[in-house]
């Protein structure tokens, strides 16, 4: 029988953590000391960004950064983004389908053209201004393929329903919907799915070339998936909505658990959406819509939009770590000189011109105009995005990297900058509402 040396010895070779002792800085266990700090600090954020001249974002990106500089400290590798950009993609698409559903939750109008003309407007006018524009100065400027540069401008057109929460219209209930608002949160729930159709023109100029594709392109990309995407989101977001409302009143749902069916509803319509080859991104949004409106006045509505909001928040906060922790000197430097002015150009030139000339004849004032053109928040869609650029392996490395370089500049910046600005501003254009 062995004496207790030798039982130590055993028991450090199968890896029991009872017998390393005083063996310090085991990596799990400091990550999970920064996940609870950062936790932490996220509620704080959270709790008091709607009093402060900053929103919670802002508090995830310098988390973001101190974990990539403990990781770097520490020669710890977390994930690499051009050789785990599948990985991206699924987390950022999960944050991204939750907030879409949740934003179709918040809005009250009717759906008719007088009522939604601004968003269309945005949508159909300032969005593709400014993939053009972007695109054009990425092929110009910063020296990428035509393909590398449309996707790049497709990849950084959506505003971010994510991280957008500060300039949006209240949580279900909240009749009032300045019209400002009101444009930013609808654009911002359409063109996520919208964006679709011009990163696949990307793809396919830079794995084609030529024209020969552009009907299959037209046909599958934007005359299918777009229409079917939309109408799918709606009758099965109505449909769930009188489901979940059937067995409540037969007592089979308990009113406690109402915030679990947003997340239920949102995966259902999203993989019944993609099952058929539709925009699920688009369908989510939709079915949030319609979920609202049946019954719209009931109680529970509140709940659901609760529940799939906190969902959102902490996909939120999980994300940004996961990416800021990517982040390295090394990396902030492949978009180049040229790269990194097109952070400024696109939020404060190439955005709000896009956004002042598809407002012309609207019902907003210049003020108004300038604030949608201001807050175009870049974020968790774009990473999505890139993602699927980058999995679909028809860049090359060096445009690849440069891909991901820029948008982490572009959406680093632009969640300093506009959530810096985001209560002020809204301040200020509550004050003139009211006047």
Not at 219 to 245: H, S
Request: hydrophobic letters at 55%; a negative charge; charged letters at 15%.
């Amino acid at each position: 029988m062995g004496g207790p040396g030798e039982a130590l010895a055993s028991a450090n070779a199968i890896g029991f953590g009872a017998a390393r002792g005083f063996e310090l800085g085991d990596v799990v266990a400091l990550g999970l000391l920064f996940a609870g700090v950062a936790l932490f600090l996220a509620v704080g954020a959270l709790s008091q960004q709607a009093e402060r001249a900053f929103s919670a974002a802002v508090v995830y990106l310098l988390l973001g950064a101190i974990l990539s500089l403990g990781l770097e400290l520490a020669g710890v590798d977390l994930i690499e983004p051009l050789d785990d950009a599948a990985l991206i993609e699924r987390l950022a698409e999960l944050a991204v389908i939750v907030a879409l559903f949740s934003t179709g939750l918040k809005i009250e109008r009717r759906l008719t053209w007088r009522e939604w003309r601004a968003p269309a407007m945005l949508l159909a006018v300032a969005m593709p201004l400014t993939i053009a524009a972007v695109a054009a100065y990425a092929n110009l400027a910063m020296g990428l393929s035509l393909g590398a540069a449309v996707l790049l401008g497709a990849v950084l057109s959506p505003t971010d329903p994510v991280l957008a929460g500060d300039i949006q219209v209240g949580p279900p209930g909240h009749e009032d919907e300045p019209e400002p608002k009101f444009a930013l949160t609808a654009e911002a729930g359409l063109n996520d799915g919208l964006a679709f159709p011009f990163v696949f023109l990307g793809l396919f100029i830079a794995a084609e070339g030529g024209t020969s594709w552009l009907g299959e392109w037209a046909l599958a990309d934007v005359l299918y998936a777009v229409p079917v995407g939309l109408v799918l989101g709606a009758l099965l977001g109505r449909t769930m909505a009188r489901l979940a409302l059937g067995l409540r009143s037969r007592g089979w749902l308990r009113p406690e658990l109402d915030g679990w069916l947003a997340i239920a509803t949102v995966l259902a319509v999203y993989g019944a959406t993609e099952a058929v080859g539709a925009y699920g991104f688009l369908a989510a949004f939709a079915a949030g819509l319609a979920f609202r409106r049946h019954e719209r006045h009931h109680e529970y509505h509140e709940r659901v939009h609760a529940g799939a909001e906190t969902v959102e928040n902490f996909s939120e906060l999980a994300l940004l770590l996961l990416l800021g922790s990517t982040v390295t000197l090394a990396g902030l430097s492949e978009p180049g000189l040229a790269g990194w002015l097109l952070v400024p150009l696109l939020l404060v030139a190439i955005r709000p011109l896009a956004v002042v000339l598809s407002l012309v004849g609207s019902r907003l004032e210049l003020r108004e105009r300038l604030f949608v053109g201001w807050f175009g928040i870049r974020g968790i869609g774009s990473f999505y995005y890139a993602a699927v650029g980058i999995e679909a392996g028809v860049l090359g490395v060096a445009e690849a990297s440069v891909l991901y370089w820029t948008v982490i500049a572009c959406v680093g910046v632009s969640i300093v900058v506009h959530g810096v600005t985001a209560t002020p501003a809204t301040r200020g254009l509550e004050r003139s509402l009211s006047r």
